[in-house]
């Protein structure tokens, strides 16, 4: 199980957001993603292998972490940033969880 | 660019089937495997399994287990997901999404198809 916090974010832009996805279990080689959503959009991936930046991706977002706590971090938000973000593992087998999501709002 | 286009939008009574396709452009589409992801109206994002296109494998999440099946049509590089004894609950919008490279089956999605939306309704 993947637990995010906070559920709702409210920021301005130019803050920092700090997104939180927590395991129940440790993620095996940190294989831990994270993607926004905008409405009516598909997911896009964002950031794979807990750290890694995704093909595109502007470098004010960032991933961290290891184990079962990892973090997500968007420096100086702009407008389009304002969407939800899930994080997602896998598990092998294979099997892949999300979790529940985190809406970035502004403030 | 790569590329992930779906069929269109679907309203199947419940007990129905629905079959869900997925083109792939923009990359060899053997070379790829090919995932399918849910989300219910206002919920979030679901597994639903995974396809090995080039030998055709599949691997379901357990929830659907006799109830899908996932397809691939090497000649047209499309992938189909079709789901049978529909529900209320199936309402949702199913994405297709392209997962890891030769024999991994990756550890993540990208990118995602533009989302098919099914309404299960009497």
């Known amino acids: 199980v993947l637990t995010q916090s906070p559920d709702t974010l409210s920021l301005s832009p130019g803050e920092r957001a700090t997104l939180s996805c927590r395991a129940s279990?440790?993620?095996?080689?940190?294989?831990l993603a994270w993607y926004q959503q905008k409405p009516g959009q598909a997911p896009r991936l964002l950031i794979f292998g807990a750290s890694s930046r995704a093909t595109g991706i502007p470098d004010r977002f960032s991933g961290s972490g290891s184990g079962t706590d990892f973090t997500l971090t968007i420096n100086r938000l702009e407008p389009e940033d304002f969407a939800m973000y899930y994080c997602?593992?896998?598990?092998?087998?294979?099997?892949?969880?999300f979790g529940r999501g985190t809406k970035l709002e502004i403030k | 660019q790569v590329q992930l286009m779906q069929s269109g939008a679907e309203v199947k009574e419940p007990g129905a089937s629905v079959r869900i396709s997925c083109k792939a452009s923009g990359y060899t589409f053997t070379h790829y495997y090919i995932h399918w992801v849910r989300q219910a109206p206002g919920q979030g994002l679901e597994w639903m399994g995974i396809?090995?296109?080039?030998?055709?494998?599949?691997s379901y999440a357990e929830k659907f287990q006799g109830r899908i099946t996932m397809t691939r049509d090497t000649s047209t590089d499309t992938v189909y997901m079709d789901l049978s004894s529909l529900r209320s609950e199936d309402t949702a919008v199913y994405y297709c999404?392209?997962?890891?490279?030769?024999?991994?089956?990756?550890?993540?999605?990208?990118?995602w198809g533009q989302g098919t939306l099914v309404i299960v309704s009497s």
């Open positions: 396809i090995n296109v080039k030998a055709g494998s599949t």
């Open positions: 997602q593992q896998f598990d092998g087998s294979p099997r892949y969880t």
């Open positions: 279990h440790s993620v095996n080689y940190n294989y």
């Open positions: 999404a392209r997962g890891g490279e030769g024999s991994a089956w990756g550890e993540w999605f990208d990118p």
